[in-house]
């Protein structure tokens, strides 16, 4: 059995399970013969790309997700074990806690921005989207033409499909969180 055979068969089984499916219910659900599925599960047939579609629609998950090895279930990054995604003259920091991966349609920063300070950051894309929370300090985000003032404690909830800034507004180091979602288009 090769690898993506060994990791469909795996997947299948575990994410039948996770939605409490019996091979039966699959088996109606895609119209694939219960016999084959566990066939496949078993690691004793090489299904077809048209099989293996049946069988995601049915489980209503994306298609990655039979095929690939899954990862560790559990992810603990820390502030220091996080790599550095931007970074200037100690004016700013920012790490990335958790990074985009096919599997996840987000991804969150965490970062310290120094006094009176600010960071630009581009676009993060089509159809995407960004949660700021200040976690201490006090941040003026800038969108386009227009500017809103983000208290300790507090959170903004934004299009980052447009440029735009955060600058530290107060005398003391802020820190802040971010997590960019990705709308599926």
């Known amino acids: 059995m090769n690898q993506i055979d060994r990791n469909i068969a795996l997947n299948l089984r575990r994410i039948r399970k996770t939605k409490n499916m019996s091979l039966?219910?699959?088996?109606?659900?895609t119209g694939v013969s219960k016999s084959m599925l566990g066939q496949i599960e078993r690691?004793?047939?090489?299904?077809?790309?048209?099989?293996?579609?049946?069988?995601?629609?049915?489980?209503?998950?994306?298609?990655?997700?039979?095929?690939?090895?899954?990862?560790?279930?559990?992810?603990?990054?820390t502030w220091k074990s996080a790599p550095v995604y931007k970074e200037k003259d100690g004016a700013y920091?920012?790490?990335?806690?958790?990074?985009?991966?096919?599997?996840r349609d987000f991804e969150i920063y965490q970062g310290?921005?120094?006094?009176?300070?600010?960071?630009?950051?581009?676009?993060?894309?089509?159809?995407?989207?960004?949660?700021?929370?200040?976690?201490?300090?006090?941040?003026?985000?800038?969108?386009?033409?227009?500017?809103?003032i983000v208290k300790e404690d507090c959170s903004l909830y934004f299009a980052c499909?447009?440029?735009?800034?955060y600058r530290n507004t107060g005398g003391r180091e802020a820190m802040v969180s971010m997590t960019v979602t990705r709308e599926g288009r």
């Open 161 to 165: 499909d447009r440029p735009h800034s």
């Open 93 to 103: 920091s920012i790490h990335i806690l958790l990074p985009y991966h096919s599997g």
């Open 24 to 29: 039966d219910m699959l088996a109606d659900r």
């Open 112 to 148: 310290s921005i120094s006094p009176y300070m600010q960071l630009n950051s581009a676009s993060h894309g089509e159809y995407t989207w960004e949660y700021l929370t200040v976690l201490k300090g006090e941040v003026e985000m800038t969108i386009e033409d227009k500017s809103y």
């Open 43 to 77: 690691g004793e047939s090489n299904p077809t790309v048209a099989t293996i579609g049946k069988i995601v629609e049915g489980l209503k998950v994306p298609f990655e997700q039979l095929l690939y090895e899954r990862e560790e279930a559990i992810i603990m990054p």
